[in-house]
């Protein structure tokens, strides 16, 4: 069964940067789709980033300039680099991965807190 692991959370003062982690368990890595949603309290989860197997990136608007999401094919893993954090960015990030069937398949979620 696929099992998506994340690290890297923590508290940050504000400009301040961390870096997200996701190990994902499955064979076909290289050619799905991973990002990474958040979601603040009472608020939606929301896409922050993704990528693809041809490592095409999209953004939030919000995060634009700030995050970077990158991938190694070779260890299964994607990242989340975010810098200038802000305390909007203060939320509980979750790693996606779009299965072969479409499904997305989620980790159990790390929380960033960006104190001001």
């Known amino acids: 069964q696929v099992q998506l692991v994340e690290s890297g959370g923590g508290l940050v003062q504000t400009g301040g940067s961390l870096r997200l982690s996701c190990e994902a368990s499955?064979?076909?890595?290289?050619?799905?789709?991973v990002g990474w949603y958040r979601q603040a309290p009472e608020k939606d989860r929301e896409s922050v980033a993704r990528i693809t197997g041809g490592y095409i990136t999209t953004y939030a608007d919000s995060v634009k300039g700030r995050f970077t999401i990158s991938r190694d094919n070779t260890k299964n893993m994607v990242y989340l680099q975010m810098n200038n954090l802000k305390p909007e960015d203060t939320a509980v990030y979750y790693c996606?991965?779009?299965?072969?069937?479409?499904?997305?398949?989620w980790g159990q979620g790390i929380q960033v807190t960006v104190s001001s």
């Open positions: 499955t064979t076909t890595f290289g050619i799905n789709t």
């Open positions: 996606l991965l779009i299965q072969l069937d479409g499904q997305p398949l």
